[in-house]
């Protein structure tokens, strides 16, 4: 158990809605990332934050868009959902420092069936 | 950017020999650091080991060590005395680190590894 959360574990939906995707990062850590693993495009980086602000940015959909919150748990909110939006996706966290340089500890994951 | 190379899509190996998973990288970064991650069937990513660019010694973890070859840009991972448990995905990374604690990780494609009783 890496001290991650992520909920749910499975969400199946239809096109053109939209989810919500939650993440608790281990005790302590301020540094959140978010990555979609899917079949076509293997894991792939989406978004950063640290201790509530935006730092770096992968190739991350308009249509999606995350935060993190004063308790520094995060959400990654998915939009207008297509089929090849269906992926798994991990939330990570780090201690979070100015130098960087820690380990990412991945949750279980988000399962997201879109149909 | 950033380029993380996986040559072997999957690998069989017999129980209780030791395995060696390939791993190469494309940077022009001084710093740098590596990682490999396990992915079992159930879909966790569980970190195992981890290499800085500055790191004169390979690192070790148990029953996992990493072949470091600075100049020939590899980052091989060894698992000695191989278990029916390590049957699983294995995944290279690199991380990329755009400076002020900005940073993301770059995922090799991944060597499927099974290990036969």
């Known amino acids: 158990d890496s001290g991650v959360t992520q909920t749910p574990k499975h969400l199946i939906t239809a096109t053109g809605q939209r989810v919500t995707l939650r993440c608790s990062p281990r005790?302590?850590?301020?540094?959140v990332y978010w990555y979609q693993q899917s079949l076509d495009q293997g894991l792939q980086f989406l978004i950063q934050?640290?201790?509530?602000?935006?730092?770096a940015k992968g190739n991350i959909l308009e249509r999606f868009s995350a935060q993190q919150f004063p308790d520094l748990h995060s959400e990654l909110n998915l939009s207008s959902l297509e089929l090849g939006d269906s992926a798994l996706y991990f939330c990570?966290?780090?201690?979070?420092?100015?130098?960087?340089?820690?380990?990412?500890?991945f949750g279980p994951g988000t399962r997201l069936l879109v149909l | 950017a950033q380029k993380i190379t996986q040559t072997q899509p999957g690998m069989f190996v017999q129980e209780k020999e030791a395995v060696t998973l390939d791993c190469t990288y494309d940077t022009s970064d001084q710093s740098y650091g590596l990682f490999w991650y396990k992915q079992p069937s159930s879909g966790e990513m569980i970190f195992l080991i981890y290499q800085g660019s500055y790191d004169e010694q390979n690192a070790t973890e148990g029953r996992y060590s990493l072949n470091f070859q600075k100049a020939r840009k590899s980052a091989n991972l060894v698992i000695s005395a191989s278990q029916l448990g390590d049957s699983a995905m294995y995944f290279c990374a690199m991380r990329e680190d755009f400076g002020f604690g900005n940073e993301k990780l770059t995922f090799g494609t991944g060597t499927r590894l099974t290990i036969i009783p």
């Open positions: 005790s302590g850590d301020l540094s």
């Open positions: 934050y640290y201790n509530g602000e935006e730092r």
């Open positions: 990570a966290s780090s201690a979070g420092t100015s130098g960087g340089g820690e380990t990412q500890y």
